[in-house]
């Protein structure tokens, strides 16, 4: 027994050894750590007492620390930033859905301003903006060597004024002048139509306005077209949409998802991890759906597209996704300033992370490019002469076994067919995704 007990308290007595001889060097690590951080901020002051007194010119102290406190941001990775009281008020404003400017959203890549989408219906998208293109000078005067920030305030002006934006394209050989006139953008976060028997959703972004939009443009063309047993499927269009509230991501996926995951976030403790789950209540009431993407729908658009494509609740149609798979926090400041601060990378239901990876689509598609007129018209054949169907013919015979109304059936089908192949001309893409909505249906339902 007495040398159980001496063994116990050997034990115990190495234990608190090894343990104060860990403890010491861990102990003189973090001591040194915090020697070595209050000698960078002593340089930080240094440096900034010297600019203050030395430089060629002077300098508002305010600007250098805000500057200071961008670049310590920006380094971190693209999306974090520090933002001044003015671009505080401006990020309201957007998520709101009305601000002034250009119309696009835009990313740093390797120092260079890369165009994530331009926004539908504004002035940078009847310019001729494309996602993927690289902005380099504005009004002649370079980007390169710009925070992101600073770019953007090189872009914004006084509405009605123009710009001279200097692009560099893939597939261009040479960069290319673009005029754009500064406007208010509105956003109209939803856009809907009817296309045959499909209901197209357009999604151009993710703001307060966004679900309710939704929810109200689905029903009207449901109304339209006379009921959901009228309705083959719904395309929900993410085409160059750049996201935006993470909130509002979650609220579309639930709005077609009975249940289940819909995203993840994970942050650098565990512990601040958050899961979001759909509700019952499916706004397509089973209808197929087939979502679209490019690789200009970023962030909350590739959460609702790895939401209903995890769950087979949708077919991904189109080009591999942007690829922004993290999440920022808008943090307030003192002063009215606020800073944006990457805090979490987010998840599909399957536990895929789709950062600088996106969304694969399905089916693949490319959207061809659209050539000039006159390439269009040296390529078409001439026109031949004479009838080119039989029942073009001189005396041709009638067709006696189908009744008047069966034929104007037929040409009704004729003319939606029709349609169809025009629009392939207009948007192949969406004609793809409507060529499967009608594949589906016409298989009928599954058990």
Same mark, same amino acid.
Request: avoid cysteine.
């Given at each position: 027994?007495?040398?159980? $007990?001496?063994?116990?308290?050997?034990?115990?007595?190495?234990?608190?050894?090894?343990?104060?001889?860990?403890?010491?060097?861990?102990?003189?690590?973090?001591?040194?750590? *915090?020697?070595?951080?209050?000698?960078?901020?002593?340089?930080?002051?240094?440096?900034?007492?010297?600019?203050?007194?030395?430089?060629?010119?002077?300098?508002?102290?305010?600007?250098?620390?805000?500057?200071?406190?961008?670049?310590?941001?920006?380094?971190?990775?693209?999306?974090?930033?520090?933002?001044?009281?003015?671009?505080?008020?401006?990020?309201?404003? &957007?998520?709101?859905?009305?601000?002034?400017?250009?119309?696009?959203?835009?990313?740093?890549?390797?120092?260079?301003?890369?165009?994530?989408?331009?926004?539908?219906?504004?002035?940078?998208?009847?310019?001729?903006?494309?996602?993927?293109?690289?902005?380099?000078?504005?009004?002649?005067?370079?980007?390169?060597?710009?925070?992101?920030? =600073?770019?953007?305030?090189?872009?914004?002006?006084?509405?009605?004024?123009?710009?001279?934006?200097?692009?560099?394209?893939?597939?261009?050989?040479?960069?290319?002048?673009?005029?754009?006139?500064?406007?208010?953008?509105?956003?109209?976060?939803?856009?809907?139509?009817?296309?045959? =028997?499909?209901?197209?959703?357009? $999604?151009?972004?993710?703001?307060?306005?966004?679900?309710?939009?939704? $929810?109200?443009?689905?029903?009207?063309?449901?109304?339209?077209?006379?009921?959901?047993?009228?309705?083959?499927?719904?395309?929900?269009?993410?085409?160059? *949409?750049?996201?935006?509230?993470?909130?509002?991501?979650?609220? $579309?996926?639930?709005?077609?998802?009975? =249940?289940?995951?819909?995203?993840?976030?994970?942050?650098?403790?565990?512990?601040?991890?958050?899961?979001? *789950?759909?509700?019952?209540?499916?706004?397509? &009431?089973?209808?197929?759906?087939?979502?679209?993407?490019?690789?200009?729908?970023?962030?909350?658009?590739?959460?609702?597209?790895?939401?209903?494509?995890?769950?087979?609740?949708?077919?991904?149609?189109?080009?591999?996704?942007?690829?922004?798979?993290?999440?920022?926090?808008?943090?307030?400041?003192?002063?009215?300033?606020?800073?944006?601060?990457?805090?979490?990378?987010?998840?599909?239901?399957?536990?895929?992370?789709?950062?600088?990876?996106?969304?694969?689509?399905?089916?693949?598609?490319?959207?061809?490019?659209?050539?000039?007129?006159?390439?269009?018209?040296?390529?078409?054949?001439?026109?031949?002469?004479?009838?080119?169907?039989?029942?073009?013919?001189?005396?041709?015979?009638?067709?006696?076994?189908?009744?008047?109304?069966?034929?104007?059936?037929?040409?009704?089908?004729?003319?939606?067919?029709?349609?169809?192949?025009?629009?392939?001309?207009?948007?192949?893409?969406?004609?793809?995704?409507?060529?499967?909505?009608?594949?589906?249906?016409?298989?009928?339902?599954?058990?």
């Amino acid at each position: 027994m007495k040398k159980f $007990v001496m063994a116990a308290l050997g034990g115990t007595v190495a234990g608190v050894i090894a343990t104060t001889q860990v403890a010491g060097p861990l102990l003189a690590q973090e001591k040194a750590a *915090n020697s070595s951080v209050y000698e960078q901020l002593d340089l930080f002051g240094d440096i900034f007492e010297r600019i203050r007194g030395q430089y060629v010119e002077q300098v508002e102290p305010g600007e250098l620390i805000e500057a200071a406190i961008d670049g310590m941001l920006t380094s971190l990775d693209p999306h974090s930033s520090y933002l001044s009281p003015d671009d505080a008020a401006q990020m309201q404003v &957007q998520t709101r859905g009305e601000f002034g400017g250009l119309g696009i959203e835009v990313t740093q890549e390797e120092g260079f301003i890369k165009v994530v989408s331009p926004i539908d219906s504004t002035p940078a998208a009847e310019a001729g903006i494309e996602a993927g293109d690289f902005i380099t000078h504005v009004d002649g005067e370079s980007m390169l060597g710009l925070t992101l920030d =600073e770019a953007v305030d090189k872009m914004r002006g006084p509405v009605g004024s123009e710009i001279i934006v200097t692009v560099v394209r893939e597939g261009e050989t040479e960069p290319f002048d673009v005029s754009i006139i500064r406007d208010t953008i509105e956003l109209q976060a939803v856009r809907s139509r009817s296309q045959g =028997e499909t209901v197209v959703l357009r $999604v151009t972004t993710f703001n307060d306005k966004t679900t309710p939009n939704l $929810v109200s443009k689905l029903e009207e063309e449901v109304e339209t077209l006379g009921g959901m047993d009228a309705v083959n499927g719904f395309v929900l269009d993410l085409r160059n *949409n750049p996201g935006g509230l993470l909130t509002q991501a979650i609220r $579309v996926s639930d709005a077609f998802l009975e =249940e289940g995951e819909i995203v993840s976030t994970r942050g650098r403790d565990p512990a601040d991890g958050d899961r979001f *789950n759909a509700t019952p209540g499916d706004l397509a &009431q089973g209808k197929p759906i087939v979502v679209l993407i490019n690789g200009g729908s970023a962030s909350a658009s590739e959460i609702v597209a790895g939401a209903l494509q995890d769950h087979r609740r949708a077919i991904v149609v189109g080009t591999k996704s942007f690829g922004k798979g993290s999440v920022q926090t808008v943090m307030p400041l003192r002063g009215d300033g606020a800073m944006r601060l990457t805090t979490a990378r987010y998840y599909t239901p399957s536990g895929r992370s789709i950062q600088a990876l996106g969304v694969s689509p399905d089916i693949v598609v490319e959207q061809p490019r659209r050539r000039p007129a006159e390439d269009e018209e040296e390529d078409a054949p001439a026109s031949a002469v004479g009838p080119r169907t039989e029942g073009e013919l001189r005396g041709s015979l009638d067709n006696d076994s189908l009744s008047e109304d069966q034929i104007k059936q037929i040409e009704a089908d004729r003319a939606k067919a029709q349609a169809a192949a025009d629009l392939r001309e207009e948007d192949y893409q969406l004609a793809y995704a409507i060529d499967i909505l009608k594949g589906l249906n016409a298989l009928g339902p599954t058990e």
